[in-house]
Nanobody, 123 residues
Framework: QVPLVESGGGSVQAGGSLRLSCPVS??????LGWFRQAPGKEREGVAA???????TYAAAVQGRFTISKGSARNTVSLLMSSLEAEDSAVYYC???????????????????WGQGSLVTVGS
């Protein structure tokens, strides 16, 4: 099992930016991604990146969020810009076996995920 621990959450005003990071013990996984869950809502995929660097995004965050992999400590990051109140949620890093073509922003067949990092966007 791939251990995942998120960091970088917090509170920000609408229009602001936050970066989430998630060190991964190995990049041998096929897909790394972020999903979120707000109170009373279902879990939804946000962004995902395949081993070859291919990325997909949920329509709600397209153009505002950027997922990337860094060489430092094998980290996958999520840069969230132009944040909106609707982005408030607990964000989870996840590792899976495939990058789904649809819906955007999701890895399939998840093998591991983290404890979550709270993001609160004030309006």
């Amino acid at each position: 099992q791939v251990p995942l621990v998120e960091s970088g959450g917090g509170s920000v005003q609408a229009g602001g930016s936050l970066r989430l990071s998630c060190p991964v013990s190995t990049f041998s996984v096929s897909c790394l991604g972020w999903f979120r869950q707000a109170p009373g809502k279902e879990r939804e995929g946000v962004a995902a990146i395949a081993r070859d660097g291919t990325t997909t995004y949920a329509a709600a965050v397209q153009g505002r969020f950027t997922i990337s992999k860094g060489s430092a400590r094998n980290t996958v990051s999520l840069l969230m810009s132009s944040l909106e109140a609707e982005d408030s949620a607990v964000y989870y890093c996840a590792a899976g076996r495939e990058l789904l073509a649809s819906p955007g922003g999701e890895c399939g067949a998840l093998d591991a995920w983290g404890q979550g990092s709270l993001v609160t966007v004030g309006s």
